[in-house]
């Protein structure tokens, strides 16, 4: 094989190398992307399988949980936009202990509104399912708002 052609050869490899890569690293990127689409999936799953739900339960869970979306990402959005007033304020009371403890009581109040919402969600959930789903639900529903896989050994 001449030198010219091994560097064809070299170049074209490397080249289709670099494309495998950017098409795994794509991927990769596009996987991690929207965590909430995992956990979503992950619902659905459970409620099918575990549950037993009907496609009328499924409808049902669906309705509920976008209207839950919406009022939490509506609290996460307003927590937000307060956040740069809150710090503007702590800055002008000159971080004081008092006005640190004020700041952080507020912020300990909205946790636990979103809390409140998504503890809401899964009674009205719970309500969804029948009378023997809602023994499994009670005594399995802790497994799958795990947000870490179980440790395998």
């Given at each position: 094989m001449s030198t010219t052609a091994k560097y064809k050869f070299l170049l074209l490899l490397t080249g289709?190398?670099?494309i495998t890569n950017i098409i795994l690293l794509s991927l990769l990127f596009k996987?991690?992307?929207n965590p909430h689409r995992d956990r979503s999936a992950k619902m659905q799953q459970y409620?099918?399988?575990t549950l037993g739900f009907s496609p009328a339960q499924i409808?049902?869970?669906d309705k509920v949980s976008e209207l839950n979306r919406k009022e939490v990402r509506a609290m996460f959005d307003s927590m937000n936009m307060q956040k740069e007033i809150r710090l503007q304020a702590l800055a002008q009371q000159g971080f004081s202990d008092s006005a640190i403890l004020a700041m952080t009581q507020i912020s300990s109040n909205n946790q636990q509104l979103i809390e409140r919402k998504i503890l809401e969600?899964?009674?009205k959930l719970r309500d969804i399912c029948t009378a023997a789903?809602?023994?499994i639900f009670d005594t399995?529903?802790?497994k799958i708002m795990q947000r870490k896989p179980p440790h395998k050994d």
């Open positions: 289709l190398l670099f996987q991690h992307n409620l099918k399988n409808a049902a869970y969600r899964f009674k789903q809602r023994n399995s529903i802790y």
